[in-house]
């Protein structure tokens, strides 16, 4: 089993075969935030199986953000997933666009009334 350096060290090798243009496009908040997202709502529903920051990094347009998107919705809040772009994700509830505070705020009283 790979401790913890040996793993930083094939995460780095990895990002430093991407060229700048690629890089940007992981180094955007967006999969960070998602990641974050996920923590949150597995914090809500403990059956909810967390996606990580990593994960969505390394694995972009795959069903993981979809996951996390459709468990955003179980609270009513719509996830806009920026797929790894500089741009922050997008929160909408009952079609209007809210920060991640709020979308947070509501989860939490839709979660725990």
Do not use: C
């Not at 089993?1 to 890089?23: C, F, H, T, W, Y």
């Not at 996951?67 to 772009?85: M, S």
């Not at 929160?91 to 505070?101: A, C, P």
């Amino acid at each position: 089993m790979a401790n913890r350096e040996e793993n930083l060290k094939k995460i780095n090798d990895e990002l430093e075969k991407l060229s700048d243009e690629e890089l940007e496009q992981v180094a955007g908040g967006t999969w960070h935030q998602t990641g974050d997202d996920s923590h949150f709502l597995h914090t809500l529903n403990p059956d909810f199986s967390e996606v990580n920051e990593m994960t969505l990094a390394f694995t972009p347009g795959t069903s993981n953000e979809n996951r996390v998107k459709r468990e955003w919705a179980k609270y009513g809040v719509e996830l806009e997933y920026h797929g790894g772009a500089i741009y922050d994700n997008k929160y909408k509830i009952n079609g209007k666009e809210v920060s991640r505070d709020d979308a947070y705020a509501h989860a939490r009283e839709v979660a725990w009334g």
